[in-house]
């Protein structure tokens, strides 16, 4: 083989790996949702005070609806419980399908907000924490801003102190065992990326991009300058490189993301994080009752998501 030839072998399988574009493979809006995702009537994993329902009872309870162009998941917000029943209806979604290097774009107008709630957006595998957890988006009752952070099993999973990341961290050691299942967390940098001001900005994009080198979360606010075109528009093809400095950026330097994490679903819910800090958030009543929870139905208005749709490229 000539030298030349070798030389462009190189060149190309280099850039090859440096690509950072990549292709729509699932486009989900409206009622596709509920087809590419399934309603786990389970126990909460976190023990909240919520009673997730299946796929018949969240649509006769209005817990689950749809149009051409949006999805809408709740919590019940009528009923005044039982303090000895179960939780308060609501609706917990996991896809049908499994991903591993890949970009995901949330487009979210509106999350769950208000005393009780805890919104999340993420990425599992079935092993947990062996095969990892990606949170992407992540709040406990009204406080922001968002916080992204991954949790992993097995020891040897650290973050460099520094890194080129917009956010701010929060811990550096994702294994579950040393942080008491708290991982290695990034603050995102933008109020408007959480709860509240989140909504009455009329909510915006998230993105999460992983592959074996690298983990990168990307928050963009509705109302915001500069969003690239292909994440607002939902292009059939996007390029990450013009994305700018992700707000979380967790490299593989210390962290074998290709050992540590494996195929993941995505999941959509609400746990019990917001009773844990409840006293601390400024909500009213006691948590330790869970009397607000149950007492208070219409605190729960705005206990929902609205999503414009979901796009995933690989």
Not at 48 to 55: E, I, L, S
């Amino acid at each position: 083989m000539s030298s030349l030839l070798k030389i462009f072998i190189v060149a190309y399988t280099t850039a090859s790996a440096l690509a950072a574009t990549y292709s729509q493979t699932d486009s989900h809006i409206g009622s596709d949702f509920l087809n590419a995702f399934s309603l786990e009537a389970i126990s909460d994993p976190t023990h909240g005070r919520v009673n997730y329902v299946d796929a018949g009872t969240a649509a006769s309870q209005n817990l689950t609806f749809t149009s051409s162009n949006t999805f809408i998941m709740r919590a019940d917000f009528k009923k005044t419980l039982d303090p000895n029943g179960p939780g308060r209806n609501s609706v917990r979604m996991m896809s049908n399908k499994q991903y591993t290097t890949s970009v995901m774009v949330f487009n979210i107008r509106h999350m769950p907000q208000g005393c009780g709630t805890w919104p999340a957006v993420w990425t599992v595998g079935a092993d947990w924490p062996n095969q990892g957890e990606i949170d992407i988006l992540e709040g406990v009752n009204d406080q922001g801003p968002d916080q992204v952070t991954l949790h992993t099993g097995n020891g040897g999973c650290t973050m460099p102190s520094s890194r080129s990341q917009t956010g701010s961290i929060v811990g550096d050691d994702c294994d579950t065992a040393d942080t008491n299942n708290a991982g290695c967390s990034v603050k995102v940098d933008d109020s408007r990326s959480y709860g509240p001001t989140f909504n009455s900005n009329g909510g915006g994009w998230y993105a999460v991009e992983r592959t074996n080198s690298f983990i990168k979360v990307w928050f963009w606010a509705r109302n915001a300058g500069g969003i690239p075109s292909d994440v607002s528009s939902g292009s059939t093809t996007v390029d990450t490189d013009n994305w700018g400095t992700p707000r979380a950026f967790f490299p593989s330097t210390s962290c074998s993301i290709s050992e540590k994490f494996g195929p993941h679903n995505i999941i959509f819910d609400c746990g019990d994080w917001a009773g844990a800090v409840y006293g601390n958030s400024g909500c009213p009543s006691t948590c330790v009752g869970l009397d607000f929870v149950n007492n208070n139905p219409s605190a729960f208005t705005n206990a929902y998501f609205d999503f414009a749709w979901l796009k995933i490229y690989t």
